[in-house]
């Protein structure tokens, strides 16, 4: 069993940049990928990014490749989505998540999910 529990988000504006962290409970956190979705109102739930493990290897939507970077640190159990270049089409909650295996772009691949935490990015 693994909890999440995601941070960070909040209100900024266009061109500014975020940093989302999300903490992982139990031992087994090194064994899972982390990936990121975001859900925007009305809309479903897309892959933004996905980190591998061991953090070699990692996955990003067109979107949001070369802005958006996500990273891990298995010591602390945490995995983080550095966030730059903000646009308004970035509101979305922001959701991390852990997949044993499978589709990395593919919600129903992943096996525990956090809560969310809202960015909002004004123009």
């Known amino acids: 069993q693994v909890q999440l529990v995601e941070s960070g988000g909040g209100l900024v504006q266009a061109g500014d940049s975020l940093r989302l962290s999300c903490v992982a409970s139990g031992r087994t956190f090194s064994t899972y990928a982390m990936g990121w979705f975001r859900q925007a109102p009305g809309k479903e739930r897309e892959f933004v990014a996905r980190i591998s493990w061991g953090g070699a290897i990692t996955k990003y939507a067109d979107s949001v490749k070369g802005r958006f970077t996500i990273s891990r640190d298995n010591a602390k159990n945490t995995v983080y989505l550095q966030m730059n270049s903000l646009f308004p089409e970035d509101t979305a909650v922001y959701y991390c998540?852990?997949?044993?295996?499978?589709?990395?772009?593919?919600?129903?691949?992943?096996?525990?999910w956090g809560q969310g935490t809202q960015v909002t990015v004004s123009s």
């Open positions: 998540a852990a997949q044993s295996g499978g589709n990395y772009y593919a919600p129903a691949e992943y096996d525990y």
